[in-house]
């Protein structure tokens, strides 16, 4: 299903099924908090993929790990702020993908608002 804008003069209406933290309107910075997995655990929405999907605010100069397990890989996506992946330095709009390893380490250079996709 593809998404439409609302049109003018309409409002979209607050999905039932958006996980809490969505309802609270918070992320806890500095840590991963899953949005989205098969089977939707812990709260998350429910997708039909062997994946997870976590949402993280990183503050300036901290970093936050991430191990992969066996067969697994991952993508970052950076929504605002900058942060290193590894060494290697993603702005705002950036992609990474994640593969050939079992130990993730992102830093954040600004304060950084991000997605992180953990595959199989």
Same mark, same amino acid.
């Given at each position: 299903m593809a998404a439409r804008p609302a049109g003018p003069g309409r409002r979209h209406q607050p999905s039932e099924d958006?996980?809490?933290?969505?309802?609270?309107?918070?992320?806890?910075?500095?840590?991963?908090? $899953?949005i989205a997995s098969k089977g939707g655990r812990a709260g998350s929405i429910s997708i039909h993929q062997v994946?997870? =999907?976590?949402?993280?605010? $990183?503050?300036?100069?901290?970093?936050?790990?991430?191990?992969?397990?066996?067969?697994?890989?991952?993508?970052?996506? =950076?929504?605002?702020?900058?942060?290193?992946?590894?060494?290697?330095?993603?702005?705002?709009g950036d992609g990474a993908s994640i593969s050939e390893t079992r130990q993730l380490r992102l830093s954040a250079v600004r304060d950084a608002h991000f997605l992180f996709f953990d595959l199989t």
């Open positions: 958006l996980p809490k933290h969505f309802e609270r309107g918070g992320i806890e910075a500095g840590s991963f908090q $899953l994946a997870d =999907v976590y949402v993280a605010k $990183l503050p300036e100069g901290r970093s936050i790990d991430h191990s992969f397990a066996a067969s697994r890989s991952g993508w970052v996506q =950076v929504i605002e702020g900058e942060l290193f992946l590894n060494g290697e330095k993603l702005g705002p």
